[in-house]
Structure formats: C-alpha cells, structure tokens
C-alpha cells in the first residue's frame, strides 16, 4: 500500500465532476438481492467498501460486473443467506444485508460486527425493528443467527433515528406481508436514494427523507436501471480543501441542498459560496475566520462525516472555534495527527476547540479513519512544505481517487 505526498501552500484551482456516494450505494447493493433478476446501478464509485460489497453479493450467489461506470447485479442465482466473518469484517456496514437477506431467503446468518474506529458500533436498533417485524434471532457466539419463516408489516418506533437501522428497517419490510410503517427514521439523503432504487425495482416505499417511511411488502419485483446520488461527504471534503488551500473551485454534480450546513459554516468563516444547477463554487482567501460551535447532529443538521475536514480547514484561521461532536464517541483520533502540523486543538469528551494558528508545518502523519484520514489531506495542503501521509488505505475506502482528484485542481500530491 502506498503513501500520499503532499506539497502544501497552492491555491486550488479548477472544476471536478464530484463521485457517487458510498453510502447510497452500499445499502443499494444489498438491495439488489430482492429482486431475482438484474440491477444496473450508474455513477457507482469504485471503492473498497464497493469491492468488499460485491465479494459479499458474490458468496451470496449473485453475478457482478462492471461495464463503465455501471456496477450490474444479475441476483437470480442467490443460493446462500451467510455472511462469512471475513467478510463481514471488511466492511462494518456489512450489517445492512441482514434486512435484505432475510427479506429474500426468510433467513440470515452473519456475525456480529465489532466495534471501529469510530468507537463501540452497536446494532440494538438494527436488531429490535427486525425482531418487531416477526424475526427471530439468536445472538451467542459472536454469530447473529435469525429466522423470519413470516415477516409481517407493523407500525414500528426507532428509538433514534439511526441511518442503518433505517436502512435495515426498509429492507426487511420489502419481504414483510402488508405494510410497515417506520418512525423516528433517520432523514438521510442516501434513504432517500435507497427508496427511489426500490421504486424502480417495483416496491412501493414512501416518505424517505422524512421520520416517517411506509413499505408496502411483498411486491414482484423487475429489473432497475438506477444512477447512484453524488457523495455530499466527498463534495465536502473538495469545499474544505479549496477553503484551507485558498484558491476557486467548482464541484460538478453535486445537489447543493444536501451540503447547506457545510457551505453555511465555510461561508462564515469568510468563503465565498455559489450554488445552483448542479454545481457549487466556492472562492478562498486560504486564511479563515473562527465560527460559531459546529455541533453534529443527525440530517438535515452538521454530518458527523464533514466534522473532520471542516476542523482540517479552519486551523490556520483567525479566532477560536468549538466542535461538539454528538453521533460518534470516538471521533477526534485525527487531532493528534493534526497537532504534528502544529495545530493548537483540545479535545475534552465529545467537545474540541481549535485555536487558529498564523502558520502548519507538513509533517508525517497517519490516518486513523476514513474522514479523519481525508481530513490530514485538507490540512496538508495548507501547510508549509511536504506531509506524508501513511495508512491511506482508510482513505480508499470512501475515495475513489483523492489524490487524482487533487491535482485536477492543481495541488501537488502524488502517491508513492
Ligand atoms: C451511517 C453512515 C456513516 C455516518 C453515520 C451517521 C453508512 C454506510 N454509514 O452509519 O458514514 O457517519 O450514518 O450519519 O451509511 N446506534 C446505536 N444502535 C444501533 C445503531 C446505531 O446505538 O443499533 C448509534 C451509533 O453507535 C451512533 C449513532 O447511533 O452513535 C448513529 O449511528 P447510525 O446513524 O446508525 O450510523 P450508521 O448507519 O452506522
């Protein structure tokens, strides 16, 4: 595995066509699985997590190619309803094809996925709206073993409006008898991605996007050509680079409504923003200004994955500013990374606060995550001289190229 070079102090210049988003495209992956026939899926990113996706639909029975950037499931031959830990491992999220798995084979047995490095990733909520809907399911020796011979459509309550849980709920409702109604469902866009994937599969699924989703169960299925939603957190991570680098940057493909809290935090820390059409442009000074706390929530608020890279970009601002992270416990492993650029970051608890410094060393740096991994890149080019990035295989997982995409934009990063 490779590292990434990073010459820092050039401003960023230039227009880049934003990726489909990994997290749209890994719970449609898994709902490919409903439907005993073929699903195109357009503007797939080609990822790790995508790779690890396919070799899970591939022990399954399923069929993948790829013919451009269309990923194609043929899923008529599924034959299997196990997840070896293998490959569960290699992918946390893997969770998601317990709904869709069930859904089709009326079974499931995968095991359970261990904490990360965002901290404990429990699946309580996953668990109890799959039991709600009539499944059965054995939990003892690190393996989730689950029988649902009928799976019925009810009214059912998510005590927090977890994306996954979310995602599992519908998947599972698709094989229900009659309809579920799901409530305090998380509001995602890639749910909402999610349920027009299904509706062009022949499911009826409404709601998707607001905390409340009806599935009508049990509906022949047919073939589904879909395009895969861009990825806002990438879209993100390109504004916070251009915001920390300085420079003129349009995105391309993006839906701008999906990036507002993240374009309202940069533009108050003195960027200048356009959005429309498909697009956004975003003019830096390189030199921010500390804004007002950024707090985390679920959407619509400020997305836990966007809280890194904006804290990347405003290190080398004027004045303080407060994070206050409130999904994950454990997601500031990047800051001591951060601090060998010279950095002044504190972290106490769920709470950081980053004083903005006049000026950041590159230094060598390790990435701890994938959004704290592409966090180091942001910072990096705004620092004087090279950083050098290790472990960049967190990045790849949700990248499909940063480092392409940087020099697009003319800043100086190779991988060697
Ligand atoms: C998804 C995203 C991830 C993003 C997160 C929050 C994918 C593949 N991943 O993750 O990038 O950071 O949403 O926007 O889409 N929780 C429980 N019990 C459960 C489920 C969740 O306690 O059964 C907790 C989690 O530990 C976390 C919070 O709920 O603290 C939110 O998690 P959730 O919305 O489920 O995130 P994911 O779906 O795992």
Same mark, same amino acid.
């Given at each position: 595995m490779g590292e990434f070079y990073i010459e820092g102090g050039r401003p960023l210049d230039g227009?880049?066509?934003?990726? %489909?988003a990994k997290n749209s495209v890994l719970p449609i992956l898994a709902a490919t699985i409903l439907h005993r026939g073929t699903s195109v899926l357009k503007n797939c990113p080609r990822l790790r997590d995508v790779e690890a996706s396919t070799e899970i639909l591939r022990h399954l029975g399923c069929r993948c190619r790829w013919e451009g950037d269309a990923l194609v499931v043929d899923a008529a031959g599924v034959d299997r309803w196990d997840v070896p830990d293998r490959l569960m491992r290699s992918m946390r999220s893997s969770v998601i094809f317990l709904g869709a798995i069930l859904s089709r084979c009326g079974r499931a047995e995968l095991s359970m996925p261990g904490g990360c490095e965002l901290g404990p990733r429990p699946i309580?909520?996953?668990l109890a709206a799959l039991r709600r809907l009539g499944a059965v399911i054995d939990e003892g020796g690190g393996r989730l073993?689950?029988?649902a011979p009928e799976l019925v459509g009810r009214e059912l309550t998510l005590s927090m409006p977890s994306v996954g849980a979310t995602e599992n709920s519908i998947l599972a409702a698709c094989g229900c008898e009659g309809t579920t109604v799901i409530l305090n469902a998380a509001r995602e866009p890639e749910i909402a991605d999610l349920q027009r994937f299904l509706n062009a599969m022949g499911q009826r699924v409404r709601g998707a996007g607001t905390s409340t989703v009806t599935v009508e169960g049990r509906r022949p299925t047919r073939d589904a050509v879909h395009t895969v939603m861009p990825d806002r957190i990438v879209a993100a991570t390109y504004l916070a680079a251009a915001a920390a680098a300085g420079g003129d940057v349009?995105?391309? %493909?993006?839906?701008?409504?999906?990036l507002s809290t993240v374009t309202a935090a940069l533009h108050e820390a003195g960027c200048q923003i356009h959005s429309g059409g498909d697009s956004i442009r975003i003019r830096s000074q390189g030199r921010l200004r500390g804004i007002r706390p950024v707090r985390t929530a679920p959407y619509p608020g400020f997305p836990t994955d966007a809280q890194a890279v904006l804290m990347a970009a405003l290190l080398r601002s004027r004045g303080v500013t407060v994070f206050v992270e409130n999904i994950f416990d454990s997601r500031y492993r990047h800051v001591d990374e951060l601090t060998r650029m010279g950095a002044d970051?504190?972290?106490? %608890?769920?709470?950081?606060?980053?004083?903005g410094?006049?000026?950041l060393q590159g230094a060598e740096m390790a990435c701890t995550d994938l959004r704290g991994g592409a966090a180091l890149a942001v910072a990096a080019l705004s620092a004087e001289g090279e950083s050098r990035l290790t472990a960049i295989h967190h990045i790849k997982r949700g990248y499909e190229d940063l480092a392409r995409d940087l020099r697009l934009l003319g800043a100086q990063v190779e991988e060697r």
């Open positions: 227009s880049l066509r934003v990726q %489909g309580d909520l996953h073993r689950c029988e349009e995105l391309q %493909g993006v839906d701008y409504r999906h970051i504190r972290v106490e %608890g769920r709470v950081a606060v980053v004083c410094v006049d000026r």
